[in-house]
Structure formats: structure tokens, C-alpha cells
């Protein structure tokens, strides 16, 4: 089975501090996201990456970088975390792509990211 | 703008009961996919169609890929109480391997 793992489910931080979030997958998948998920928004692209060192942003990136350093292990970092980053931060990875059809997105369970 | 528009955004019904959930776009898809999201979890997928008019079915689950590709649905037989999730539809727009969501239809049956 595919498992992706994301390093905290729950975390709670102050205003300003750096955040780190940590995935990592065990199925030597190329593509791997992070995703915010928020009330009545859905899921919102953050940045993906296709490989190692490898990075595009989403929709949102705003706020975030992240680091691929290993190609099981993505990160998501918030540089000065602020009250609008609280969520639901879920990572993703898939293989990869084929010919243009979407290929099958396996998630980690989520980090809820409170910013007081 | 959204790409895909789910309806209804609620749901909340009996045990026993038939739902339908639509995921819908002006924009043409090679493939659709139907996640299940379980309070807690991360989305899992249930199902991919790529096929214009292709059916798949999940045991009381249906899927339906429209013939233009650009809409789908999903059909829930006399539901159960482990149904309830919040159902997101995602597709890779114009070749693209990167999915975008819908916002998702949340689902509660009560029993």
C-alpha cells in the first residue's frame, strides 16, 4: 500500500514564526503537492513538484516555499506564519504522468496549522 | 472562476435513501476522478472515468462520464452511514497531469 506521512497532525504556532511541514512517501512516486484545504474552497494547489530539486508553483503560493531535497520527502515552508495560514494543509504524491490522463493522487492524512 | 462546479455543496439524508452528485465545466477533460474524504483523512480516490458516456460502477456506487467530457456524476444507492464524506471531484484540464478540484459535496447520512 501507498503511504504518504505527513510529520504532525496537529499543530498550533504564533504569528511570525517560521513553520515547517514535513511529507514523505514510500512509493518512489516522482510528483508530490501540497495542498490547503479550507471551508466551502476545496482543495487549493500550494506548489507541486515533478523531482528532485524540482518545484512549480500552484495557485497559492503566496507566503510559501517549499524544499525537495530527496525524492521521497517534500516540504512546505512558511516563511512568517500569519492568522490566514491557519488550515488544513494535506500532501499529495503521485507517479508519474501518463499520457495525459490524471493519474491518481495518494494523500496524507493532514496537518491542521492553527496560527494564533 | 472554478473549474468544476459540484452541486449540491450539502447533503443530509436518511439511511436507505438514493442520492445523486454532479460535477460539472465548460471545459473539456481527458479524465475525471472521484475522491472520498472521511472526517480527518486525506482524500482517497474512488474512481477514474476517461471515456465519453463510459459508466463504472463501485458496488452501490455510480459513476457517469458525460459524452462531452466535461461533466460527471455520482450515483448513491440506498446509502449507509460509512458513506458520509465529504466527495471531491478532480480532473487535469487540457492534458495537464495536475488535477483540479472541486470544492466538494459533503454528505451525511443519518440512520
Known amino acids: 500500500d501507498v503511504k504518504v506521512t505527513q510529520s504532525s497532525r496537529y499543530l498550533v504556532k504564533r504569528t511570525g514564526e517560521k513553520v515547517f511541514l514535513e511529507c514523505v512517501q514510500d512509493?518512489?512516486?516522482?510528483?508530490m503537492f501540497w495542498y490547503r484545504q479550507d471551508p466551502g474552497l476545496g482543495l487549493r494547489l500550494i506548489y507541486f513538484s515533478y523531482d528532485v530539486k524540482m518545484k512549480e508553483k500552484g495557485d497559492i503560493p503566496e507566503g510559501y516555499s517549499v524544499s525537495r531535497e530527496k525524492k521521497e520527502r517534500f516540504s512546505l515552508i512558511l516563511e512568517s506564519a500569519s492568522t490566514n495560514q491557519t488550515s488544513m494543509y494535506l500532501c499529495?504524491?503521485?507517479?508519474?504522468?501518463?499520457?495525459?490522463?490524471?493519474?491518481?493522487?495518494?494523500f496524507g492524512p493532514g496537518t491542521r496549522l492553527t496560527v494564533l | 472562476t472554478q473549474l468544476l462546479e459540484q452541486s449540491p455543496q450539502f447533503l443530509s439524508i436518511q439511511e436507505g435513501e438514493n442520492l445523486t452528485v454532479y460535477c460539472n465545466s465548460s471545459s473539456v477533460f481527458s479524465s475525471l476522478q472521484w475522491y472520498r474524504q472521511e472526517p480527518g483523512e486525506g482524500p482517497v480516490l474512488l474512481v477514474t472515468?476517461?471515456?465519453?458516456?463510459e459508466v463504472k460502477k463501485l458496488k452501490r456506487l455510480t459513476f457517469q462520464f458525460g459524452d462531452a467530457r466535461k461533466d460527471s456524476s455520482l450515483h448513491i444507492t440506498a446509502a449507509q452511514t460509512g458513506d458520509t464524506g465529504l466527495y471531491l471531484c478532480?480532473?487535469?484540464?487540457?492534458?495537464?497531469?495536475?488535477?483540479?478540484f472541486g470544492r466538494g459535496t459533503s454528505l451525511i447520512v443519518h440512520p
Open positions: 499529495a504524491s503521485s507517479p508519474s504522468t501518463s499520457g495525459g490522463v490524471a493519474d491518481t493522487q495518494y
Open positions: 512509493m518512489d512516486h516522482e510528483n
Open positions: 478532480a480532473g487535469a484540464p487540457g492534458g495537464s497531469y495536475i488535477p483540479t
Open positions: 472515468v476517461v471515456t465519453g458516456g
